[in-house]
């Protein structure tokens, strides 16, 4: 039978679990706003948090780098050589060439009408060698003589050979009265030492020593034939000097 002592013993061990359940349940209530508390410092933006920050908008990132595949050497590498710069030569002037006037052809101031001399009738002609020179046929010359208006030759005279002749420029001069084997006033040029054919390359021409021509330049046309190796050319005076 409980007595009054034994009710209160009862009583005062249910208070005592009463409060034993209270503390518990206070405990697990702290640990669990403690943890909920953690919980929102690390992460504020959880779905039970009641004042979430402010979302903050995505920004563009710095792109990713892109790596590249290291390029393998060469088992041998040679440097490339190095270009040395050629020096060029300092371009020097030239000067501009000036045109130097031909000279006046003689020909073309030679009035037939003026000259004194004259070519005779028949010359030129081609003859064998009759010189006492004894080369024959070895041997080209151009002689003749001059003849005055009463048909005397005339002695003195300059004749001059000009042209070409063999491909070579010729130049030669002579005075009449100095090949007496021509004849009296003979004039006489030793050409070459065999017959050599040409035409019109060479001429001759009487003038006065100084320069002035006293006929007409008489062109001159030559075979390989040793029957004509010897030009004979005779001027006959027309009009006085």
Do not use: H
């Not at 209160?8 to 669990?32: A, D, E, H, P, Y």
């Not at 002609?125 to 010359?141: D, F, K």
């Not at 063999?166 to 009296?184: F, H, K, L, N």
Request: aromatic share 6%.
């Amino acid at each position: 039978m409980d007595t009054p002592a034994r009710k209160q013993r009862r009583r005062g061990k249910m208070g005592k679990l009463i409060l034993n359940l209270l503390t518990f349940v206070l405990l697990i209530g702290t640990l669990s706003l403690a943890a909920a508390f953690i919980t929102l410092l690390i992460n504020p933006w959880m779905s039970f948090n009641p004042f979430p920050p402010p979302t903050i908008p995505a920004t563009v990132g710095s792109p990713s780098p892109t790596i590249t595949a290291a390029q393998p050497l060469p088992s041998t590498w040679t440097p490339t050589p190095s270009v040395t710069p050629v020096p060029t030569d300092t371009p020097t002037l030239t000067p501009t060439p000036t045109e130097t006037p031909e000279p006046i052809d003689v020909e073309e101031t030679v009035d037939p009408e003026e000259v004194p001399f004259t070519l005779q009738p028949g010359s030129p002609i081609a003859l064998p060698n009759y010189l006492s020179n004894g080369l024959g046929c070895e041997y080209l010359g151009v002689g003749g003589q001059v003849f005055s208006l009463d048909g005397a030759p005339i002695s003195g005279l300059v004749v001059r050979l000009g042209g070409e002749f063999d491909g070579q420029s010729i130049s030669m001069e002579s005075v009449t009265g100095t090949a007496t084997e021509i004849g009296p006033g003979g004039f006489l040029f030793d050409v070459a030492n065999l017959p050599i054919a040409s035409e019109e390359t060479m001429w001759v021409q009487i003038d006065n020593g100084s320069g002035t021509p006293l006929s007409e330049r008489v062109f001159l046309t030559t075979t390989t034939d040793c029957n004509e190796n010897l030009i004979l050319v005779n001027w006959r005076q027309v009009r006085d000097q």
